[in-house]
Nanobody, 116 residues
Framework: QVQLVESGGGLVQAGGSLRLSCTASRSILRFVAMGWYRQAPGKQRELVAR???????NYGDFVKGRFTISRDNTMNMVYLQMNSLKPEDTAVYYC??????????WGQGTQVTVSS
């Protein structure tokens, strides 16, 4: 199974920005999709953003144009640029990939904390 390592989380003030990175242990070219999910304390994990192998993207309703997902196939990485962060964006953010035969794989997560 592919190994995923997230980085870029941290503490930021409301209105600030963070860029999350996810590095896969092997080529991402054959992945059906790559995405970012988040889970806040006491809440279910939810989709933040997803990008398919063809480059199509979709976002959670709460994103409202603030976040952008992108991928670098040569570096086996996927990014999440987060702008205009709000305290309610505080959560653990997880990288995930979907493969045709192997299903989903998840990273360990990176904490994002937005202070008011």
């Amino acid at each position: 199974q592919v190994q995923l390592v997230e980085s870029g989380g941290g503490l930021v003030q409301a209105g600030g920005s963070l860029r999350l990175s996810c590095t896969a242990s092997r080529s991402i070219l054959r992945f059906v999709a790559m995405g970012w999910y988040r889970q806040a304390p006491g809440k279910q994990r939810e989709l933040v953003a997803r990008i398919t192998s063809g480059g199509s993207t979709n976002y959670g309703d709460f994103v409202k144009g603030r976040f952008t997902i992108s991928r670098d196939n040569t570096m086996n990485m996927v990014y999440l640029q987060m702008n205009s962060l709000k305290p309610e964006d505080t959560a653990v953010y997880y990288c995930s990939v979907l493969e045709v035969l192997r299903g989903s794989s998840w990273g360990q997560g990176t904490q994002v904390t937005v202070s008011s």
